[in-house]
């Protein structure tokens, strides 16, 4: 299986630039998801990386790197709704093919005016 | 947009009652997931669905669970005899391929309070 890390809680202010980042330590890594989830609300589908690198998404980009086992999802310009909680996924191929990710358990952001 | 419609949106069962929360996938999609998630923790998952028949389940999907999609369009997901610990958020999932590399469309959930 996979170990997930991500922060608890983290806090910033609206306009300004932050950084989730995930950890996680896999034997057949496949891919890595970022979601988002506002309180009572369903994930939705935020970025995806598979190979090492930035991509970017508007106000949002995500990096991986394999070698190291890590990701930050990065968030600019924040608007008060930006605060929600940030889940990080991972998929392992080593447990005989999945293509089902595990989830984290997510970092509550909060957006202060 | 297209979405992934769950019904209800709240159920309260007692425990032991059998319960069924259904969805609707989107439409061109072929792979179906439902997950939980315990209030407060991570999203779990429970199952995956293809072809009409489960091509993956976790250690949660034990006996009591059961999966079916009856016809072309709704997917659902049986507890046989909740229990207290059944208690969650359940989230249906779709996605167009099985690599879902642009990640899974997920419904707005059923919130299950089993009491």
């Known amino acids: 299986g996979q170990n997930i890390d991500q922060p608890t809680e983290m806090t910033a202010t609206e306009g300004a630039i932050v950084q989730i980042n995930c950890t996680y330590q896999t034997s057949g890594f496949n891919g890595l998801f970022w979601y988002q989830q506002h309180a009572g609300e369903a994930p939705t589908f935020l970025s995806y990386?598979?190979?090492?690198g930035l991509e970017e998404k508007g106000r949002f980009s995500s990096f991986l790197s394999r070698s190291k086992g890590y990701s930050y999802l990065l968030l600019k310009e924040l608007q008060m709704k930006d605060s929600a909680s940030y889940l990080c996924a991972v998929r392992d191929r080593s447990s005989g093919g999945s293509y089902i990710p595990t989830f984290g358990r997510g970092t509550s952001l909060i957006v202060h005016p | 947009e297209p979405e992934v419609t769950q019904t209800p949106s709240h159920q309260v069962t007692q425990m032991g009652q059998e319960v069924i929360l259904r969805c609707v996938p989107i439409s061109n999609h072929l792979y179906f997931y439902w997950y939980r998630q315990i209030l407060g923790q991570k999203v779990e998952f429970l199952v995956s669905?293809?072809?009409?028949?489960?091509?993956?389940k976790s250690e949660i999907f034990d006996d009591q669970f059961s999966v079916e999609r009856p016809d072309g369009s709704n997917f659902t997901l049986k507890i046989r005899s909740t229990k207290l610990e059944d208690s969650a958020m359940y989230f249906c999932a779709s996605s167009e391929i099985g690599q879902a590399t642009y990640g899974y469309t997920f419904g707005s959930g059923t919130r299950l309070t089993v009491v």
């Open positions: 669905f293809y072809n009409n028949e489960i091509s993956e």
């Open positions: 990386n598979v190979l090492d």
